[in-house]
Nanobody
Framework: EVQLVETGGGLVRPGGSLRLSCAAS????????IGWFRRVPGKEREGVSC????????NYSDSVRGRFSMSRDTAKNMVYLQMNSLKPEDTAVYYC?????????????????WGQGTQVTVSS
């Protein structure tokens, strides 16, 4: 069974850091595009970052570029999102997702499988 499980969310103060992890099972993450998305209640799901696992190239939304960094460990079948300089507006449920299409695009319909999400709250 293909599964993605996100961990690492929590409560952090503005300016702080968190690292989210996405564990993949039921498939190997080679030759996929894996993305991180977030959702705030009442709003559309927003693309945050994506990575092509065959070469490690990344793409980021303007709202997080320079603060967030995405990486992968193919040996562990894991993908990570390092989030620094967090702001209250980063508060959301964060999801990882993957697509078999090797394309660095943060377009929600492109992604075929999704995790259940992990809550990130940035508040003082």
């Amino acid at each position: 069974e293909v599964q993605l499980v996100e961990t690492g969310g929590g409560l952090v103060r503005p300016g702080g850091s968190l690292r989210l992890s996405c564990a993949a099972s039921g498939f190997t993450i080679e030759d996929y595009t894996i993305g991180w998305f977030r959702r705030v209640p009442g709003k559309e799901r927003e693309g945050v970052s994506c990575l092509t696992t065959n070469d490690g190239r990344t793409n980021y939304s303007d709202s997080v570029r320079g603060r967030f960094s995405m990486s992968r460990d193919t040996a562990k079948n894991m993908v990570y999102l390092q989030m620094n300089s967090l702001k209250p507006e980063d508060t959301a449920v964060y999801y990882c997702a993957f697509t078999t299409v090797l394309l660095l695009r943060l377009w929600v319909p492109l992604y075929e499988h999704w995790g259940q999400g992990t809550q990130v709250t940035v508040s003082s």
